[in-house]
């Protein structure tokens, strides 16, 4: 009996670990969907139609880090051709540029793994191939450009990207003349204490509700193994009886 309930505890702890692993890998990550407002159609000719930067340098400029892309992330774009695609190479390609850390700079062109005329999708994998390391932190440029076609991006989305968790700065001196300014003026204090008021429990909700899934998950695992001990036991006492 003792090796019977060894074994349902060891499967019952396993499982928890496995949810809760699950949970917390799913809370690290997130797909990012890129804005392609400024996208354009290429000159047909190795043009490119987009780009995202590490630095924007202008408003017009979408930032985004490639140092975010984890081993499971895949780049899905989608895009219009100005004439049917009859090549057997795929009509797009995704660039990953460095100028400012790498020497000499890296230009790295690299091919989908799966494409047709509207969409394609890049890997990991061939994007390390391609750069020629696993961190991408000094990626200055992502580009999509033709290899030979007329094109315009229509979509851009990166999977499994890492989370980047925004910091809220508080000075003192902020502090401050905010207190002063509502001691002299009644009336502007009300909204700021309803903001401030509204914007604790959306803080607290995104870390409340992973907790509330871990604490079920662990009622749940109490609940079977009881129900697995009882069982072992009833049968136990039976086969005294018979």
């Known amino acids: 009996m003792r090796k019977i309930l060894k074994i349902a505890l060891t499967s019952i702890i396993a499982c928890i670990t496995a949810i809760a692993f699950s949970v917390c890998a799913y809370a690290e990550t997130e797909d990012v969907e890129l804005s392609v407002e400024n996208a354009k159609a290429t000159n047909g000719a190795w043009g490119q139609s987009v780009c995202y930067y590490r630095t924007p340098e202008a408003a017009d400029q979408i930032q985004?880090?490639?140092?975010?892309?984890?081993?499971?992330?895949?780049?899905?774009?989608?895009?219009?051709?100005?004439?049917?695609?009859?090549?057997?190479?795929?009509?797009?390609?995704?660039?990953?540029?460095?100028?400012?850390?790498?020497?000499?700079?890296?230009?790295?062109?690299?091919?989908?793994?799966?494409?047709?005329?509207?969409?394609?999708?890049?890997?990991?994998?061939?994007?390390?191939a391609a750069y020629g390391s696993e961190d991408f932190s000094g990626v200055d440029n992502v580009w999509i450009g033709d290899t030979g076609v007329v094109m315009t991006v229509t979509k851009f989305t990166i999977s499994n990207c890492t989370v980047v968790e925004e910091t809220t700065v508080t000075t003192t001196e902020a502090t401050t003349e905010a207190t002063t300014e509502a001691e002299t003026t009644p009336a502007p204090e009300t909204e700021a204490t309803e903001a401030a008021t509204t914007a604790a429990p959306e803080a607290q909700g995104e870390g409340g509700g992973i907790t509330m899934i871990l604490i079920i998950v662990v009622v749940a695992a109490v609940v079977i193994a009881g129900v697995v001990v009882t069982i072992i036991v009833v049968n136990k006492n039976k086969n005294k009886f018979y």
Not at 96 to 121: M, R
């Open 64 to 128: 985004f880090d490639c140092g975010r892309i984890t081993p499971d992330s895949v780049v899905y774009v989608e895009f219009e051709l100005e004439k049917e695609w009859t090549n057997s190479m795929a009509p797009v390609e995704l660039i990953l540029q460095n100028y400012t850390t790498a020497d000499p700079q890296i230009w790295a062109k690299i091919q989908p793994f799966e494409w047709d005329e509207t969409s394609a999708s890049f890997d990991y994998e061939s994007m390390v």
